[in-house]
């Protein structure tokens, strides 16, 4: 089974940037969609960033759109998170997950989850933003 790892994660004052990677083991990026999920503490999971690895289509939730971009280098089998403009409220473990179900979309993965049994989830990242 494939295996994901996040990495990148640590703190950063308010304004800073940070980038994020979603590394996957194995042979190539097995998952029909890779998606950015994160968790603040008290507050339920927010799936932030999905992309389609079938025809590259991306979605943003609104608390990260325009200030995160979400890539895939396929050669180096990693999705990155690119995060910019840091706020205290992204704050939280930042989670990467793949999704093999075939017909998931980019915004199903993120506004409702991986499907159930078929996919993966690392282990988690923490991103800080303090000053």
Do not use: H
Request: glycine fraction near 12%; hydrophobic fraction near 30%.
């Amino acid at each position: 089974q494939v295996q994901l790892a996040e990495s990148g994660g640590g703190l950063v004052q308010p304004g800073g940037s940070l980038t994020l990677s979603c590394a996957a083991s194995g042979l190539r990026l097995n998952y029909y969609a890779i998606g950015w999920f994160r968790q603040a503490p008290g507050k339920d999971r927010e799936g932030i960033s999905c992309i389609n690895l079938s025809d590259g289509d991306t979605y943003y939730s609104d608390s990260v759109k325009d200030r995160f971009t979400i890539s895939v280098d396929n050669d180096k089998k990693t999705v990155y998170l690119r995060m910019t403009n840091l706020k205290a409220e992204d704050t939280g473990l930042y989670y990467c997950a793949g999704d093999s179900w075939s017909l998931i979309s980019e915004k199903a993965m993120c506004q409702l989850g991986p499907t159930p049994r078929q996919s993966s989830w690392g282990r988690g990242t923490q991103v800080t933003v303090s000053a």
